[in-house]
């Protein structure tokens, strides 16, 4: 069974930028898409962008296109996230998800994935 846990929330002004990290242990992440999706309170959990086992794919939310930007370095078993152009909007619980199916790509439906980090809040002033 994989765990992972993501790093790199915080607090930020509008404007701004973070990098979110998920490091992946107890089981190698080749071969499978990996996601990250976010949650503000009072809403449901969202996608946000994906990415294929081999990077080569990638795929985002139409509200972070163009701002957000999803890689993997697989020999180092992590996923990041890189954030510019924060807004307010942004605001939310980050999770890194892994694809419940090996060599797919890709689902935005939280139901395709069989492993989740336990989230890193990311919270962006005006």
């Known amino acids: 069974q994989v765990q992972l846990v993501e790093s790199g929330g915080g607090l930020v002004q509008a404007g701004g930028s973070l990098r979110l990290s998920c490091a992946a242990s107890?089981?190698?992440?080749?071969?499978?898409?990996m996601s990250w999706f976010r949650q503000a309170p009072g809403k449901e959990r969202e996608f946000v962008a994906a990415?294929?086992?081999?990077?080569?794919?990638?795929r985002y939310a139409s509200s972070v296109e163009g701002r957000f930007t999803v890689s993997r370095d697989n020999a180092k078993n992590t996923v990041f996230l890189q954030m510019i152009s924060l807004k307010p909007e942004d605001t939310a619980v980050y999770y890194c998800?892994?694809?419940?199916?090996?060599?797919?790509?890709?689902?935005?439906?939280?139901?395709?994935?069989?492993?989740w980090g336990q989230g890193t809040q990311v919270t962006i002033s005006s």
């Open positions: 990415i294929s086992w081999s990077g080569v794919n990638t």
């Open positions: 998800a892994k694809s419940r199916r090996i060599y797919y790509f890709v689902s935005p439906d939280v139901r395709e994935f069989d492993a």
């Open positions: 107890g089981r190698t992440l080749s071969g499978y898409t």
